[in-house]
């Protein structure tokens, strides 16, 4: 099991927000949207299901922040298309 944790503008796995395992990050687009733009899993992690974990915590992120996502990112934007419980945050 990963921990996820909160960084600046991101969400990441590992000791160091500035050398992750994996990370989702975002921008804040106006006064109610977070814009993902990029998520990464490295082989040390890849096929445990990181990505669609760090997605997960995007997308709980947005619900207590009270914003919606613009995923940029291909892979967001697959997960959260696939998810419809994730729907309620889409831009």
Do not use: W
């Not at 990029?38 to 709980?60: D, I, N, P, Q, W």
């Amino acid at each position: 099991m990963v921990t996820i944790q909160k960084g600046d503008n991101k969400f990441f796995v590992g000791e160091n927000e500035s050398d992750p395992l994996a990370e989702i990050t975002f921008k804040e687009t106006g006064d109610s949207n977070l814009t993902v733009d990029h998520t990464f899993v490295s082989e040390k992690l890849r096929g445990e299901g990181v990505a669609g974990k760090l997605v997960e915590k995007m997308v709980a992120f947005a619900r207590e922040e009270g914003k919606k996502i613009i995923p940029e990112c291909s892979y967001a934007q697959n997960k959260i298309d696939k998810t419809p419980e994730y729907h309620d945050v889409l831009a």
